[in-house]
């Protein structure tokens, strides 16, 4: 029998990849950018339009591959669709050494 392990709440870290925190955060954004296409009915020509990307790469994001694809196209893909953006940038708690990025959907 396999023994089951506990896992973080980012399964990139666990999988030990070492950008794991921003391959969370796209797909974080990924999943927020389908939801709404998904909402809108909108085939992946139509999103791909809207959204000022090639179909093929809009496919490969919402497949979870967004390499080649950067946080900040995925913001302006977010605006694109609707939603307003909001960073914010605080002080981490003292009992870390370092920050976190995190994303929180209103």
Do not use: H, W
């Amino acid at each position: 029998m396999t023994p089951i392990a506990k896992g973080s709440t980012n399964v990139y870290a666990d999988l030990g990849y070492p950008s794991a925190g921003e391959m969370l955060v796209k797909a974080q954004l990924a999943a927020k950018i389908t939801e709404i296409i998904r909402g809108r009915k909108l085939t992946q020509l139509q999103a791909a339009e809207l959204l000022g990307i090639p179909q093929p790469k809009l496919s490969n994001m919402l497949r979870g591959r967004f390499r080649g694809i950067s946080e900040t196209k995925m913001l302006e893909c977010l605006t694109r669709l609707g939603r307003d953006i909001e960073i914010v940038v605080k002080p981490a708690p003292r009992s870390k050494a370092a920050g976190r990025v995190s994303v929180v959907f209103a």
